[in-house]
Each structure stands twice: as structure tokens, then as C-alpha cells.
């Protein structure tokens, strides 16, 4: 497996000399994350990416993500256009040496959390879903500010976009999904690209939005639309694990001994109840999930693509971007290279 720590670019607080000096680290995963969706991506900025990342002896060939339009998620007239951008984003891609390309078809909203800073008995703070509170909040009244979500959209744009999913159900979003990966693929297996379609997260629909990516089941069904190593998954363990219901080790083995997995987002998550969960440090001993059984599943199925400690916690007093600092990062990335080493030396 390779080690890779995300990188939001020369605007991240957490510098590529920070991460060039974390133990084990063999690249970044990053994008263009100033081009508007559906737009074509500058090969300067994608060579400007792997340049600097050169000079700090990091790898970069995975990119996290190359959003999809809504249009296509919608299943629009305009989605033909839109493919054919992401088509030419693809190539791009490829010609800088990237492998593996990170993205998401939940419409609407990426990840969602009810509180980005919530304090831990020890001082620390965690992101963590609850989801009365995200009930709460009206998405249309504007009072949502979350972690992955495009806050580019105003007001009115999202009370329209909403109001374009009422026609839009699990089957429906299954169908346009299957026109999206039908119309990439060729460009994928030609230029050796893996498409590594990111889970729902949480796993389930809210705000009556359909959510698909989020079971062994769909997961399956999905992988299934085009049966190539071209198509397949990020297996993030705290999206999944966040639905008591999925056994993500049983995932890990299943789909990774069919070379299904390009990328893995490793983190730990402590489900507290239905629909509730904490993030929590990555070792076991603070989570649902038993993260060395994880890596000894990645390491029993010979997976050799990609990994990054996910979703870190705020510690020693640093600030930035929510979940996505430097030190707790850090610490997950070594932890996962130790229980990796482990289960290696043992066989
Ligand atoms: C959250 C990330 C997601 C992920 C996208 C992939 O921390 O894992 O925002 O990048 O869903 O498109």
C-alpha cells in the first residue's frame, strides 16, 4: 500500500514540507480545487500540483475528486457536455501521471456533520453527526454551513436544485449514474485511470435527497455497471462504518480481492446510536471500527493501491480546516504504517 496525506493546495495551512516530514509518507492526494464544477482543469495548474509535490518527494497521482455536475446527477439534457469536460479532465490527469481519481455522486451535499468542533472530555474537538440537529437546520433558509459542500450555490440556486430532486429516487439517480460511468469508461482503460467513486456520507438519504453509494448491496450493484478495475471504490471506513449495519471488514475482502478498491480513506468513527456518531482518534481502542482487522483485510486480499489517514481531530491547539489538520492526521498516518508493518512481518 502507499501512504498519501490530502493536500487542499498552496492555500493549505498544513505546508507539503509538513507532510514531506511525516514518517512513512509517499504522496499527496489533491486538485484543482479552484476550478468551478464542470470546467476544464489547466494542465500548468495539474503540472504546478506534481511540481511542487516533486520537490518535496511526494508522489502525486491520486486526485480527490473531480466533481461531478449536478446536471448529471440530474440526469439534464446538459449532462453530454459535462461528460465530455470530465472526459478531458481525465486525460489531463493521466498525462501528469495520475492513477486514481477520488469523486462522489451524492447529490447536493458532500459530507455532512452537525458540529465541526465538538469538545472531547480531553480538550480535543471532533466533528460529529447527530442528526435531530441536522434536521434542524433548513437548508433552504441558508442557515447550513457545512464541511463539504459547495457553498458557492445561493440561496435561490439551492432552493431550485432541491426542488429538481423531487423527481429524483434511488432508481432514477442509479440510471444516470450508470449513463456517467458508461460514457467515461473508455477514456479510463485507455489512459490506465481507476475511477474511485467515495461512499455517501453518512451512508443514508437526508433532506430526502437520494443516497445510493452506501451499502455491500449497492456497492455491488454499482460496481457491476462496468466490470473493470477502471471502476471501482474509495473504501472510506468512517462513511460506511458510520451505519452500524455494514461490516467494513467483510467489504474490504470482498471487494479487494476483486482488485475493486483503488483508495482507501482510513479513519475510525464511534457510532453512539441510530443515525448519531462521533470521529474519534484512528487507533481501535477509540471507535466502532477494529482498524487492525482493517489492515489485516487490505493486506489478506494484497491490495497495493492507495491509503490516507482521514479525518483527523483538532489537538494541541491547532486550528484549520475542519478535520483535515496536521497533527491527529499525522498520528493516524503512522498508526495505520505501523499496524501495516505488523501484519506484513506476520503474513
Ligand atoms: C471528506 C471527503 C469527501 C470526499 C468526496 C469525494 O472529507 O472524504 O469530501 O473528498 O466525497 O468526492
Not at 70 to 85: F, H, M, N, S, W
Not at 136 to 145: A, T
Request: glycine share 8%.
Amino acid at each position: 500500500m502507499k501512504m498519501t496525506f490530502r493536500w487542499y493546495g498552496k492555500d493549505d495551512p498544513v505546508s507539503l514540507k509538513n507532510i514531506s516530514q511525516i514518517p512513512l509518507m509517499d504522496g499527496i492526494v489533491s486538485a484543482c480545487y479552484d476550478v468551478p464544477v464542470g470546467k476544464e482543469w489547466k494542465e500548468e495548474s495539474i503540472n504546478e500540483i506534481k511540481a511542487q509535490s516533486s520537490a518535496h518527494n511526494l508522489s502525486f497521482e491520486v486526485v480527490e475528486s473531480v466533481p461531478v455536475h449536478e446536471d448529471i446527477k440530474l440526469g439534464k439534457k446538459a449532462r453530454d457536455e459535462y461528460i465530455q469536460v470530465y472526459r478531458n479532465n481525465i486525460k489531463k490527469l493521466a498525462s501528469a501521471g495520475v492513477k486514481v481519481i477520488c469523486y462522489n455522486f451524492m447529490p447536493v451535499f458532500d459530507w455532512l456533520r452537525s458540529n465541526l468542533s465538538y469538545e472531547n472530555s480531553d480538550g480535543s474537538t471532533s466533528l460529529i453527526y447527530r442528526e435531530d440537529e441536522i434536521l434542524n437546520m433548513d437548508p433552504k433558509k441558508g442557515d447550513l454551513s457545512l464541511p463539504g459542500w459547495d457553498s458557492s450555490y445561493t440561496k435561490d440556486g439551492l432552493i431550485s436544485l432541491l426542488d429538481e430532486y423531487k423527481n429524483i429516487d434511488d432508481e432514477k439517480l442509479f440510471e444516470n449514474i450508470t449513463y456517467f460511468i458508461r460514457g467515461i469508461m473508455d477514456v479510463c482503460e485507455q489512459y490506465s485511470v481507476r475511477m474511485a467513486i467515495h461512499p455517501d456520507d453518512p451512508p443514508w438519504s437526508v433532506f430526502n435527497l437520494p443516497r445510493i453509494i452506501r451499502d455491500e448491496k449497492n456497492l455491488e450493484r454499482f460496481l457491476r455497471i462496468h466490470d473493470s478495475e477502471a471502476n471501482g471504490l474509495t473504501l472510506c471506513t468512517g462513511s460506511l462504518g458510520s451505519d452500524g449495519k455494514n461490516n467494513v471488514v467483510d467489504m474490504i475482502r470482498k471487494f479487494g480481492k476483486n482488485k475493486k478498491i483503488g483508495f482507501i480513506h482510513a479513519r475510525n468513527v464511534k457510532v453512539i446510536g441510530e443515525h448519531q456518531f462521533n470521529e474519534t482518534a484512528h487507533p481501535s481502542k477509540y471507535g466502532s471500527l477494529d482498524m487492525y482487522e482493517i489492515v489485516k483485510a487490505m493486506y489478506d486480499v494484497g491490495f497495493d493501491g492507495y491509503v490516507r489517514p482521514d479525518h483527523g481531530r483538532m489537538i494541541w491547539g491547532e486550528t484549520g480546516r475542519p478535520g483535515y489538520g496536521l497533527y491527529d492526521r499525522a498520528l493516524g498516518a503512522v498508526y495505520l504504517g505501523g499496524l501495516w508493518e505488523a501484519v506484513c512481518k506476520n503474513g
